[in-house]
């Protein structure tokens, strides 16, 4: 019998979903709603798996709504468009990120800082105007706003999907914190999917990079692949101390629990921490952030306009993450391996190719 996931919209559509906190995905067919007015829909071709994803499917923040079907760095080819879309035309390249919906009338939409939205919407395990939940790219189809919509550059590849939550992750905060300037030094937390675009997007813009890392094996890496001027093991303390009182701002990427004290200690006086990473609590040392004049702030994926200048940006200094393509099929063997840091640095699911509706 159908259930009700297939039949709440009109359009059929298969996706894979994890059904509890085992995170373990599996074949789901659901639906999508009918293309509105001002609606984009388009085949999904490629879709990034961040860690947030993981997260969720887990449920290591609480409040996962399952079904869930994960993907949130979702790349395409538009199939129909509502009959008011202006931005996109059939068969054009498409993304959608973090953000399916906003309010568009507060004071952060108002900034083109949507992602700060009291009423945003995400594209996974959030409910709709309608009340349904929203899915995302672990599927073969997608509709969202066309607001929500952006137009992927042509000659940006079109695995580079990871963009479009990691990406504009990171590209937000540096901007928005003055990171993003020759003379600056710049710390990140975590070289993983984040972490490597930071690197890359930090050291085009000129900065001074620092990596701190848990894993001495990534130093090759780091510096000659990369770019990045130092690497720091953050267990150890001698490389630590010599670093004290160094960086300007430090974007921590962490996907786990972990001490902060020792990155406030890297932090020049005035200096900014930025938490992108989102383990469910850490703890604040608040002595030294006064003694400092140091801050620590939050931040989460970045605004439309400022992710389709970012993809603008990659694609004109051809800043791509590495990825690892695989099947459909191969995705709980993927969750697993991002669960454990072995992968370099992404992983995206070539949905086109491997998930066939029948
Ligand atoms: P990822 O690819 O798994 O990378 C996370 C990195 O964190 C790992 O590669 C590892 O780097 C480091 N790490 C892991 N465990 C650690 C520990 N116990 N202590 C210190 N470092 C540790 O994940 P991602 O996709 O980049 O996402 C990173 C985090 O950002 C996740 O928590 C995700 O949910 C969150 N996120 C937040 C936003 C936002 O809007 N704020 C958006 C996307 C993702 P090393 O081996 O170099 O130590
Ligand atoms: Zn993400
Ligand atoms: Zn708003």
Redesign the pocket.
């Known amino acids: 019998m159908a259930t009700s996931l297939e039949t709440q919209h009109p359009i059929k559509a298969l996706g894979w979903a994890a059904k509890d906190s085992s995170g373990v995905l599996a074949p789901l067919k659901f639906s999508r709603r009918a293309t509105g007015e001002h609606d984009v829909q388009f085949r999904v071709l490629y879709c990034g798996i961040?860690?947030?994803d993981l997260?969720l499917a887990k449920n290591e923040w609480g409040g996962t709504i399952y079904p869930l079907i994960p993907g949130h760095e979702i790349v395409g080819e538009v199939t129909e468009i509502g009959s008011k879309v202006k931005k996109v035309k059939i068969g054009d390249k498409v993304g959608v990120g973090?953000l399916v919906g906003s309010c568009r009338q507060c004071e952060e939409c108002a900034n083109n800082q949507e992602?700060y939205c009291p009423k945003q919407i995400i594209s996974i395990n959030s409910r709709y105007y309608d009340g349904t939940v929203t899915y995302g790219g672990f599927s073969n189809l997608m509709v969202a706003d066309e607001y929500f919509i952006l137009r992927w550059p042509d000659n940006l590849p079109l695995n580079c999907a990871p963009l479009l939550?990691?990406g504009i992750?990171t590209y937000s905060p540096l901007k928005r914190f003055g990171l993003d300037k020759p003379g600056v030094n710049v710390g990140v937390?975590?070289?993983?999917?984040?972490?490597h675009l930071t690197v890359k997007f930090a050291k085009t813009f000129g900065s001074r990079v620092t990596?701190i890392?848990?894993?001495a094996n990534?130093k090759k890496e780091a510096i000659e692949t990369f770019g990045a001027d130092e690497f720091l093991v953050?267990h150890d303390q001698e490389q630590m101390q010599a670093a004290a009182g160094t960086l300007d701002g430090i974007i921590d990427?962490?996907?786990?629990?972990?001490s902060l004290l020792p990155l406030i200690n890297l932090l020049k006086p005035h200096g900014k921490l930025i938490l992108?990473?989102?383990?469910q609590k850490l703890e604040v040392p608040v002595f030294p952030l006064l003694q400092g004049g140091k801050c620590i702030v939050?931040?989460?994926?970045g605004g439309l306009k400022e992710t389709q200048d970012m993809l603008e940006f990659a694609a004109e200094h051809k800043i791509l993450p590495d990825v690892e393509v695989i099947p459909i099929d191969y995705v709980n063997k993927a969750m697993e391996r991002?669960e454990k840091?072995d992968?370099e640095?992404?992983f995206v699911i070539d949905v086109g190719n491997s998930l066939k509706a029948e």
Do not use: D, E
């Open positions: 961040c860690h947030s997260h973090c992602s939550c990691a992750t937390v975590g070289l993983g999917g984040i972490g990596v890392s848990t894993s990534k953050s990427t962490a996907s786990a629990n972990h992108i990473g989102a383990p939050g931040t989460a994926c991002l840091g992968v640095y992404r």
